[in-house]
Each structure stands twice: as structure tokens, then as C-alpha cells.
């Protein structure tokens, strides 16, 4: 029997998007106000859902506590009042949109995961604008 738990978290970071290989005009067409080169921030909400057999001597899938604690390393931490093109290793080279920003969360929790357990990350840009990632 395959259970899902899952653990909300936030974080408050600056970005900006644009592509260092196109024009201005480009930029601003393509990322409009997103594009600011003074950046913009959001209040990110993340669910970190984790999919697996429930432990028949613990009763669960994962201890809730190990998942908090993983992603307050990996994504609070990591990302908190960061600016995430400037102070985020991972997107100093790659366009920190909500569908990259997504995969890179989902990568940095799967790693501190037992192989046995799916993952499936959902963060909020907005209340109203959200992306998905379960690795496929």
C-alpha cells in the first residue's frame, strides 16, 4: 500500500528573467515586467510530496522530521531572501523561472531521498500561478 505525505514550506527570494544572449527588445517582449533588470520578488510556497510503502515497523512512509529538515537545508536555506540570478549557484546560468526553479527544488530533495520513495514538488509563484515536478 502506497501512502503520500507531504510538507509545505516558504521562502521569499528576488529574480530576474531575461536571456544575457538576446536584446533588450527580446527580453522585454518575451519576459515583459518580469524583466525588470532591478529584479522583482515573490513569496514562493513549496509542497514536497513523498510517495512510498508505509514502514511496517515505524507506520510511515517517511519520518515527517527528516523531510523538514531536508527541505529547510535545500530550499529554505538555500534560497530565502536570496537573489535567486546573483546569490543561487544553480541559476547563474539558467533562467530562474517557476518551471526551472521547480526541477531544480525537486533535484536537491530527491538527492537526500531513499531510491525507494517517489517525489512530487509543487511551488507556488503566486497564489494563483503554480508549477509541478514529479521528475518525468
Known amino acids: ?35 525588470n533588470p532591478n529584479y522583482h ?11 512510498g510503502e508505509i514502514d511496517k515497523e515505524t507506520g510511515y512512509v517517511i519520518d515527517i522530521k527528516i523531510l523538514k529538515d531536508i527541505i529547510k537545508t535545500e530550499v529554505e536555506e538555500a534560497f530565502d531572501h536570496k537573489n535567486l540570478n546573483l546569490d543561487v549557484e544553480e541559476f547563474k546560468t539558467l533562467n530562474p523561472t517557476a518551471e526551472n526553479i521547480v526541477v531544480v527544488i525537486y533535484n536537491k530533495i530527491k538527492a537526500k531521498l531513499k531510491s525507494n520513495l517517489a517525489l512530487e514538488v509543487t511551488l507556488y509563484e503566486t497564489p494563483r500561478n503554480f508549477v509541478t515536478y514529479s521528475g518525468k
Do not use: P
Request: glycine residues 4%; contains cysteine; positive net charge.
Open 1 to 35: 500500500m502506497k501512502v503520500t505525505v507531504s510538507r509545505k514550506a516558504h521562502f521569499n527570494a528576488a529574480h530576474r528573467l531575461y536571456r544575457k544572449d538576446w536584446s533588450d527588445s527580446q527580453n522585454n517582449a518575451v519576459f515583459g515586467k518580469c524583466n
Open 41 to 51: 520578488g515573490h513569496n514562493y510556497e513549496i509542497i514536497a510530496s513523498v510517495t
